[in-house]
């Protein structure tokens, strides 16, 4: 897997690519995702967006 970081509009940005150019389906991301508990992570991150524009 290559990682890129960078920052846009003053936002660090770090993405990951396959090597060897294997693509994966949403199916397949979904599936390695289901391994980590993101429940809290992601009402987290809904919380502090959403304050961001009241």
Partial sequence: MSR???D???KNI???G???GK???PHDI???L???K???ALRLIGELSGSAFM
């Fill in 8 to 10: 846009c509009a003053g």
């Fill in 34 to 36: 289901k391994q980590f």
């Fill in 4 to 6: 890129f970081e960078g």
């Fill in 18 to 20: 396959s090597r060897a």
């Fill in 23 to 25: 693509e994966y389906s």
């Fill in 14 to 16: 770090i993405t990951y």
């Fill in 38 to 40: 993101l429940n809290d």
């Fill in 30 to 32: 979904g599936q390695y």
